[in-house]
């Protein structure tokens, strides 16, 4: 397989490098659930599901949020990998998306609640854990839970001196990108409210292409969130 990604200033599949994958939105797609959403980016698909808000049994003066995450991922040549749910990263990413719904429900307005997230990765081609977040934004959404604003994120790389947005699982692979951020913003807001970087190899990023690489992950999430919020507008009148 080549280790180039760039081809006459466009990616593999026709994209510039500041440009994202196509991203399609449904919702109500578990009818048993309280609300559940799939989104979808490029050949990235994931769905999840809300169980909840719903009494506990202990009357906690706060609610609680439980995430569970299945994956069943495929790359874009179709080779399938079966991931176990309870795998360290998968454990990982479970807490810290609830530590980040968290930070943005709205539990005053449901005292005494507990709400379940299940997350299915269908098909990863890269991007996955941006489009989890964006899938339980919108079940959230569907199931009537109040959050203060939505959380959206987005991902980019850095390739041969150039910034790429929203990577795929085979840009992913090539030795020539160096970094990887992923972050997530309050939608509305613009506010960061995460960022994770992982850095390949030993070369270090300059504090002006760190600066660089922010700003085209935050215009990621603002044409996510313009997404998103259309989407809302058109299907529950917001």
């Known amino acids: 397989m080549s280790d180039e990604i760039l081809f006459y200033g466009l990616r593999q599949d026709g994209r510039r490098p500041s440009d994202l994958r196509h991203s399609s939105i449904n919702v109500g797609v578990i009818h048993s659930a309280d ?72 539990f005053e307005n449901i005292p005494h ?28 959404i569907d199931a009537g839970v109040p959050m203060k604003d939505f959380l959206i994120s987005c991902s980019c790389g850095y390739y041969n001196s150039t910034a790429i947005l929203d990577v795929t699982y085979t840009e992913g692979l090539s030795y020539s990108v160096i ?4 972050i997530a913003v309050m939608g509305a807001s613009g506010l960061v409210a995460y960022v994770n970087y992982e850095q ?33 507008m058109k299907t529950y009148s917001y």
């Open 35 to 106: 609300g559940s959403a799939c989104f979808s980016q490029g050949n990235t698909k994931v769905m999840a599901f809300i169980q909840g808000p719903k009494q506990n049994r202990f009357e906690k003066e706060k609610g609680k949020i439980s995430c569970f995450l299945t994956s069943a991922r495929f790359s874009t040549t179709g080779e399938r990998k079966k991931v176990i749910r309870g795998d360290k990263k998968s454990s990982e990413f479970e807490e810290f998306l609830k530590g980040m719904m968290e930070s943005v429900i709205l």
């Open 113 to 140: 609640s507990d709400i379940d997230i299940y997350i299915s990765v269908l098909q990863d081609d890269g991007s996955v854990e941006s489009a989890a977040i964006n899938a339980v934004t919108l079940a959230l």
């Open 179 to 182: 970094s990887e951020f992923r």
């Open 200 to 232: 390949f190899g030993s070369s270090k990023l300059s504090l002006e292409v760190t600066k660089e690489l922010m700003a085209l992950a935050i215009e990621g999430c603002r044409q996510v969130h313009f997404l998103i919020r259309e989407f809302c």
